[in-house]
């Protein structure tokens, strides 16, 4: 072809037809950048393609991992909650007189309501796709911001998690070690059914008598309260991200 184009070139300046092979010159100038154009133009298609090809997978495995980290969300909430509700019956029985419950009653309320479970993220996805950069493959506005500050949001929805975990070990705890057997408390959980009985009672008379106890029975419940009050938020918002997870994914 440029073969071609040279021939024709050549005829026209032999002629002296200067004119005509000015316009020749002109007419194939543009036909290179128009050329150029066509080709810069389809690998930007390409590009384009490549990047909404990505954009759709990384939208699946978000969607993946938003779905894992909820149901993680909602078992630790129900927990939550029923640590809660058990701490609140606790704290009703302050200065009165227990002698009339089980101890094992009392046993498994205290185990339940003092535990320390907390949730746990699966963000190691989220955080590659931030140090990556490829977050910027997202057009969704609104679900790359909270991508960007999920880590932030899951300190948010389980920080209470360690304010409880200092009064248990700081301060409840030390307080009661042989005044309330921790093994009958741990051994009436389902999760350490496997543990023995402890070798003596635990002196709940003590305990529902003590205001150190009651206080920090209070605190604790407290935090807990808040605990399950943002984990909620949290399973609201990730929802609401794999809605719109969803409504892109249907776009595509």
């Known amino acids: 072809m440029i073969k071609f184009f040279r021939k024709i070139r050549q005829r026209l300046l032999s002629e002296n037809k200067f004119s005509k092979y000015l316009l020749y010159a002109i ?21 384009s393609r490549k990047i909404r090809n990505a954009e759709v997978e990384i939208l699946y495995n978000l969607k993946t991992v938003l779905e894992f980290n909820l149901e993680g ?8 909650t029923s640590e809660f509700e058990d701490g609140m019956h606790l704290l009703h ?18 185990s339940n309501a003092f535990s320390g479970f907390s949730f746990e993220a699966k963000d190691g996805y989220i955080k590659s796709l931030i140090a990556s950069n490829k977050i910027d493959y997202l057009q969704n506005a609104e679900l790359k911001s909270f991508i960007s500050s999920f880590e932030s949001m899951v300190i948010d929805a389980s920080q209470e998690d360690g304010f409880v975990r200092r009064l248990l070990n700081e301060r409840l705890w ?10 009958n408390s741990i051994s009436s959980s389902e999760r350490y059914k496997e543990f023995p009985k402890g070798t003596y009672s635990s002196d709940y008379q003590w305990f529902f008598n003590n205001r150190e106890m009651e206080d920090l029975t209070a605190n604790i419940v407290a935090w807990k309260k808040e605990n399950v009050i943002d984990e909620q938020i949290f399973m609201d918002k990730i929802e609401i991200m794999i809605q719109s997870i969803n409504a892109e994914l249907k776009e595509k």
Do not use: C, M, R, Y
């Open 27 to 47: 007419g194939e100038i543009v036909l290179v950048v128009i050329g150029i154009l066509i080709a810069l133009s389809i690998n930007n298609w390409n590009e």
């Open 73 to 80: 969300l909602k078992e630790i909430n129900k927990q939550h």
């Open 93 to 110: 029985l302050f200065g009165t007189n227990v002698s009339n419950i089980s101890k094992s009653k009392l046993d498994s309320l205290t």
């Open 174 to 183: 030390p307080s009661t070690d042989g005044k309330l057997s921790a093994l």
